[in-house]
Every structure is written in structure tokens, then in C-alpha cells.
């Protein structure tokens, strides 16, 4: 009995350490992107994410688009100077996606935005005011978040209308 | 409410295959290798069934395209122990590929054998990955697969039609079979509306549908002088 409950006591331990390492890993983006100061800018969301409009998805920010007000020191932010790095070295700028719906969904943004005339904090809250890049997404985008909101704006539930 | 059906006018058809490599394109249907498809183990959405009549040199082959016939009725449905798949609003027969355990008992119910069961992952030559259709999900490997009369591309109308702010008329959807037949063999439109060209058609004294007997009442109509 004694080595079974040894046994039991460091597995929790284990178990816990776990839980507890797994929860506070926060993927880091590697620019500590201001949504709210480049809001107050008047940058809109289609400026960086640009084909929400026209396209399933809505795209990253290319490295490009931040160069055209970043090519010279604009802030005394020390990521600015990783904007120029990463252009140097090309390839664009290697964000992490948050966002990510498993191969057997399809999801559109144009079909949400456009066509729906939903606003973007619906799914993304209220992004444009935050002075960080998120950690992990808004919402957990289960099965039910999704139909609970297609029943209630009476939108298609068929099984057929995402599962494709 | 529509209510999508297909027209196959079998004097027309040359049996050139162009649905099958329009199908195979579109939906991104897996590549079988030869020795898989020595143990029937293929996959096609639409297929050319062959009828060899009378005996060599005097033979006489009859081709005949067999998408999913999308029944009223449907026997895979009833035998489906997930729910996997479903007859939509509008009639069309679906699947949900994430929730099928691939039992297979639907590709045995099915009298028209239209349903494939995909016995590998799906591959692709390297040459061909960045033209797969974005819009189709791929099926993994231990899934039933079935033509889907392209319901995508319903989807992608009806967008294109509230865009435009107007009511989706049945010529802004076809199939890619319909869309690819050289010989304007394939008909396709809304049943419900009885003055579409399926309607008309499909009152015609050459059509027929494959098993009629069984019930299961077939949205795919084909036509034939003395078949």
C-alpha cells in the first residue's frame, strides 16, 4: 500500500507540474504589435489584415506594409528596429497564428464581414484597443459558440454550410 | 426552397471522361495507385459505368456517368450509425466527414455503389499540391466519401448572389461535371421550379431513373431512346 500511494503522490505532482507549465506557456509574437496606438493612428484593420474583405482569410501583417511608416525611426520602441531586421533579412515577419480552425471546418471572413456586416470584435473582442498582442485566442471556437450564434441571427446551421 | 437535381442525356454523352477529370480536380478526389485500384479501392464522385452489349467484333458499349444520385429516400442515411451523414433542406445528401468512423455500412446500403471508402491518406505529387481546391476539405484517411453535387459552389453563388443583392437564380450553380461536359450532356437546375430545363427534362418521355423500384426516388434523371 505504502509504495502505491508514493507512487500516487508523485504522479500528482508530476500531473500538476504539468497543468501548471502547459498554462503558462503564452506563445510570444515576434513583435510587440500595439493594436491600440495604431488604431489611435487611424491605421484601420485592413490596412495589415487585408483581405478579410475579398478572401476566406485575412491575412498577416507583411513586413512591407509596416516599412512604409517604419522605414526611418518613428519611436523609440525597441522592437522598431526588428521591423528593419526582418526586412533585411526578407521572408517577411514570422508571426504566430492564434486563430486556427481544424481541416474539416470552413470559414470565411468575407462571408462574416461582408456579407453578414458582422464587426470584428465579435469574434476577436475588443482587439483594437489592446496595447499587446493577444496570447491565445478571444473566444474557444467550439461547435456550439458557432451554431448558438448562427440561431440566434437565423443564419444557415446546416451541417453542410461549414463542413465541406 | 430549391431542390437540385441533374439531367443526363445519355445519347448525348461520348463517354469522353471530362466530368470524371472535372470532378477529380474540383473536389480534390485522392490519386490511387495501380495495385490499390487492382483491389477496387479507387475513389470517384462520378463515375463511367460500363454495359458491354453483344459479342466481339460485334460488341456495343454503353457508358453510363453515375454521380450520386442524391435520393429522396437515401438507404446510406438510414443505415448510418453516427449520423454522419444527412439529407440537407435542399435535398442534397452530405457528409460529415469529421464525424464518420468509417463502418462502411452506408457504401453497402447504397444500391447505386456511389460511396468510396478512403483506405489511405490521401497524397498528391509534389507538382500538384498548390492546385488543390482551397474551398473542399480533404478527407483523411478511414472516411466515406461521395459526390456532393459541389455544394461549394452553392455556397460561393448564394455569396456571390447576396453581394450583388439579388435572389440566387439556379444558373448561378452547377456542378463542375455539368460545367466540364463537352457534349452538353448534363443538365442541372432547380426540380422544384417546373419550367427549368431538369423539369421539362425529366418529364420527357426518354427519362428514367437507375433502380427505380427500390424507392429511393433519385434526383439524377437520365435520358435514353430505348435503353
Not at chain 1, 531586421?85 to 481544424?102: A, C, D, M, S, V
Not at chain 1, 473582442?125 to 491565445?136: A, F, L, N, R, V
Not at chain 2, 440566387?168 to 457534349?183: N, R
Amino acid at each position: 500500500m505504502k509504495p502505491f500511494l508514493i507512487g500516487l503522490a508523485i504522479g500528482t505532482a508530476i500531473l500538476l507540474l504539468f497543468i501548471n507549465f502547459g498554462s503558462s506557456f503564452r506563445p510570444e509574437q515576434p513583435i510587440s504589435f500595439n493594436h491600440k496606438k495604431h488604431h489611435e493612428q487611424g491605421v484601420e484593420c485592413a490596412t495589415c489584415h487585408s483581405y478579410f474583405k475579398e478572401q476566406t482569410f485575412s491575412g498577416m501583417p507583411k513586413v512591407a506594409v509596416c516599412m512604409e511608416c517604419h522605414k526611418d525611426s518613428l519611436t523609440n520602441h525597441p522592437d522598431e528596429g526588428k521591423i528593419r531586421q526582418f526586412h533585411e533579412k526578407g521572408g517577411g515577419i514570422p508571426w504566430i497564428r492564434l486563430y486556427q480552425q481544424p481541416d474539416h471546418v470552413f470559414f470565411s471572413h468575407r462571408r462574416h464581414v461582408v456579407l453578414a456586416g458582422m464587426e470584428c470584435k465579435s469574434c476577436h473582442g475588443d482587439i483594437g484597443q489592446s496595447e499587446k498582442p493577444p496570447t491565445k485566442p478571444w473566444v474557444k471556437m467550439t461547435m456550439k459558440w458557432c451554431m448558438d450564434c448562427h440561431t440566434k441571427t437565423k443564419a444557415n446551421n446546416d451541417c453542410l454550410a461549414c463542413h465541406v | 426552397m430549391h431542390r437540385w437535381g441533374m439531367v443526363i442525356d445519355l445519347d448525348r454523352c461520348s463517354g469522353c471522361q471530362a466530368c470524371m477529370a472535372a470532378c477529380h480536380a474540383e473536389n480534390n478526389i485522392a490519386i490511387i495507385g495501380p495495385e490499390e485500384s487492382a483491389m477496387g479501392r479507387t475513389i470517384h464522385w462520378i463515375e463511367l459505368l460500363p454495359f458491354i452489349e453483344g459479342e466481339y467484333p460485334h460488341i456495343k458499349a454503353r457508358l453510363l456517368p453515375r454521380p450520386c444520385m442524391h435520393c429522396e429516400h437515401p438507404a446510406c442515411i438510414k443505415v448510418c450509425p453516427v449520423g454522419a451523414t444527412y439529407a440537407n433542406e435542399e435535398g442534397i445528401v452530405g457528409i460529415v466527414y469529421s464525424r464518420c468512423i468509417g463502418c462502411r455500412y452506408c457504401t453497402t446500403a447504397c444500391p447505386y455503389t456511389v460511396r468510396s471508402f478512403n483506405w489511405y491518406k490521401p497524397q498528391w505529387p509534389k507538382e500538384m499540391e498548390g492546385s488543390l481546391n482551397r474551398d473542399v476539405s480533404i478527407r483523411g484517411k478511414g472516411v466515406v466519401e461521395k459526390c456532393s453535387f459541389c455544394h461549394h459552389r452553392l455556397l460561393k453563388a448564394r455569396e456571390r448572389a447576396k453581394a450583388e443583392k439579388r435572389e440566387l437564380l439556379s444558373e448561378d450553380y452547377i456542378p463542375a461535371c455539368v460545367q466540364a461536359c463537352p457534349s452538353n450532356a448534363m443538365y442541372f437546375g432547380d426540380l422544384n421550379d417546373p419550367f427549368s430545363t431538369v423539369s421539362i427534362l425529366s418529364r420527357e418521355r426518354r427519362a428514367f431513373k437507375l433502380l427505380e423500384d427500390l424507392g429511393t426516388e433519385p434526383k439524377v434523371i437520365y435520358l435514353s431512346e430505348g435503353m
